[in-house]
């Protein structure tokens, strides 16, 4: 069983930064995707970037140029350094993990920007 744990949130002020971070354990496949979404109370989950274990990275337009993601692939870890944060960026970070097509989540960690 994989299991993913998610630290880094906290509370911010508007223009301040946050690095993410996800550890996995468990039995993992060398060929995975790991990625990083977001929760807003009512809203839909979303995702926001993903990268493959071979290097291979993925953003959604929200946090393109400002918040690189990276791999630790000896730790099965992976990074997300978020820039210059928005209000709109509160939300419920998860981590996930995708290989042989099967999914696993991790609790979230949690990010609050004030204005």
């Known amino acids: 069983q994989v299991q993913l744990v998610e630290s880094g949130g906290g509370l911010v002020q508007a223009g301040g930064s946050l690095r993410l971070s996800c550890v996995a354990s468990?039995?993992?496949?060398?060929?995975?995707?790991m990625a990083w979404y977001r929760q807003a109370p009512g809203k839909q989950r979303e995702w926001i970037a993903t990268m493959h274990s071979g290097g291979i990275t993925t953003y959604a337009d929200s946090v393109k140029g400002r918040c690189p993601i990276s791999r630790d692939n000896a730790k099965i870890t992976v990074f997300l350094q978020m820039n210059n944060l928005k209000p709109d960026d509160t939300a419920v970070y998860s981590c996930n993990l995708q290989h042989i097509g099967v999914q696993f989540w991790g609790q979230g960690t949690q990010v609050t920007v004030s204005s």
């Open positions: 468990g039995t993992i496949l060398n060929n995975n995707f």
